[in-house]
């Protein structure tokens, strides 16, 4: 579905670009982003002011990405994959975290219901076509962006160390493969140096 022809937030429209396609799982970073703005007063991190701490590497971790610009390359985005729907976000300005967990029950409440509840039914049955798992997925996500945050996550402030800042090193060449590595990264044999993979091989 083309989403120029919904009335989708901008910044929600960049989270679905970036991500490829519109879903339930970006919706649930998405949601925990804005909140996490109103919660610590915070705009998109330009460098790594703000870190995300993400319980799981599912869809929602792209809309924490865009929004909140939590990202891997800046060192920012920690992703501690324990599967659970949890996200902490803290700000390095303010020394404050909030801890926001999806909350077990979940009601659909939006227009479409029994057509919602339907699909449902065949996708459980596993009968379900491509286009009706889609469809689901559309429905699903546009009633979530619906619902007071409050209905779908509890949020918590917490105390907890400041993240350390992206690690920075000198490059040097891998004594096997000749490659240039983070000389943190590399381990050592025998006094020569080794890249991980190089190093698993010897």
């Not at 610590?40 to 865009?66: M, P």
């Not at 929004?67 to 020394?95: D, E, H, M, P, Q």
């Not at 999806?102 to 339907?118: H, I």
């Not at 546009?142 to 105390?159: I, Y």
Request: charged fraction near 30%; proline fraction near 2%.
């Amino acid at each position: 579905m083309n989403i120029q022809y919904f009335d989708f937030a901008d910044d929600f429209k960049d989270c679905v670009r970036f991500h490829g396609h519109l879903c339930p799982g970006l919706v649930y970073g998405y949601l925990v982003a804005k909140e996490s703005e109103k919660c610590l007063g915070i705009k998109r991190a330009g460098d790594e002011e703000i870190v995300a701490i993400s319980e799981n590497d599912s869809c929602a971790v792209d809309a924490l990405q865009v929004v909140l610009g939590t990202t891997s390359g800046k060192g920012n985005l920690i992703i501690n994959n324990y599967g659970k729907n949890a996200f902490v976000i803290f700000c390095r300005n303010s020394g404050k975290a909030f801890r926001f967990a999806k909350k077990v029950q979940y009601n659909y409440s939006g227009g479409y219901k029994d057509e919602f509840e339907k699909l449902e039914r065949t996708i459980n049955e596993g009968n379900a076509t491509a286009e009706q798992i889609q469809r689901q997925k559309y429905l699903k996500a546009l009633d979530l962006l619906s619902k007071d945050f409050r209905q779908v996550f509890t949020t918590a402030k917490v105390d907890i160390p400041e993240p350390a800042y992206a690690e920075l090193a000198e490059s040097a060449p891998c004594a096997d493969c000749g490659e240039l590595t983070m000389s943190t990264k590399m381990r050592c044999k025998d006094d020569k140096m080794y890249c991980i993979p190089c190093f698993e091989k010897i």
